[in-house]
């Protein structure tokens, strides 16, 4: 049997992918690691020195990696250890992520001297799928390599939606305000709009690209920060209920030292925006669950 959809790592794309294909009736098989929950149990490994473990693969007109593959080598290895052991020619589609557009500047552990690298491009305020990336990145390197061979990488910007709520976030990323004055621009996808991403791509193949994804927002951190207040506040169930926290307090002194009179701040302020309207243009949808 030949399914539509093989989903390489079951993961928390899955959690939203799963139901949306059995809605549309889409025939699907799906691996884990461990073989979990009737999942086939399948795991990557970028060594492997043949192509025993992919056998017991299904027949599959399209393969979803949603596993992160890092520089050279292993995209090649599992498109062709696929091909190798089984009769159809799938397409392939890999997720990976918005990072590979950061500019040099934004990066952990940057110094002056890393702005002189054409690897690593100074980007404008709007940064779109056509727009310079780092292509020394790893997950980059694989991307590319799997582009060469036909595939279609959908970028995806910060996920949430299940279990992964933003207004959770806050504690754990923001402990000072100092941490607060760094926080610039956020963009956000819902797993619902990831999952029908994937089926429209499925549903309109675009041939070997690479497509950004976001819901089509650029968040203000500090906007954020102001409506929902503390990570541990802001986790109670009634999402209208009063904002506490220190946070609060920082975000109106930043606002004040850096002569903010309102919220959200421009785009030019936040620095760094993704347009990402195209992929919603070009397969005809529209998100189901922008903002956040």
């Given amino acids: 049997m030949t399914v539509d959809l093989l989903i390489l790592g079951a993961g928390w794309t899955s959690t939203f992918l799963i139901p949306l294909c059995k809605e549309r009736n889409i025939s699907f098989a799906a691996t884990t690691t461990t073989g979990h929950d009737g999942t086939i149990a399948f795991k990557f490994d970028d060594q492997a020195a043949d192509s025993s473990a992919y056998k017991h693969l299904p027949e599959a007109k399209h393969v979803l990696i949603t596993f992160p593959i890092k520089g050279h080598g292993g995209s090649k290895k599992l498109v062709q250890f696929y091909q190798e052991t089984h009769k159809t020619k799938p397409k392939y589609i890999q997720l990976g992520s918005t990072g590979i557009w950061q500019s040099a500047a934004t990066r952990p552990g940057h110094t ?43 970028n995806l910007s910060g996920l949430w939606g299940g279990s992964r709520q933003p207004r959770t976030f806050v504690d754990r990323i923001v402990k000072s305000k100092a941490d607060a004055k760094e926080k610039k621009s956020l963009h956000m996808v819902h797993g619902q709009d990831v999952a029908r991403a994937i089926l429209a791509v499925m549903g309109a193949w675009p041939g070997p690209s690479r497509w950004m994804l976001t819901d089509g927002f650029v968040y203000d951190w500090w906007a954020l920060m102001l409506g929902w207040g503390s990570s541990s506040a802001a986790a109670k169930a009634e999402t209208d209920g009063d904002a506490h926290g220190e946070v609060l307090t920082w975000i109106l002194e930043l606002m004040q030292e850096t002569g903010t009179k309102a919220l959200p701040r421009s785009m030019e302020t936040l620095g760094r925006c993704y347009d990402a309207i195209e992929f919603w243009q070009t397969f005809k949808i529209t998100p189901v669950r922008a903002r956040i």
């Fill in 112 to 154: 002056a001297a890393d702005s002189t690298s054409a690897a690593q491009p100074t980007q404008t305020t709007w940064i779109s799928r056509h727009s310079p990336y780092d292509t020394t990145d790893p997950r980059a390197i694989a991307e590319d390599e799997l582009k060469q061979l036909g595939g279609c990488i959908l």
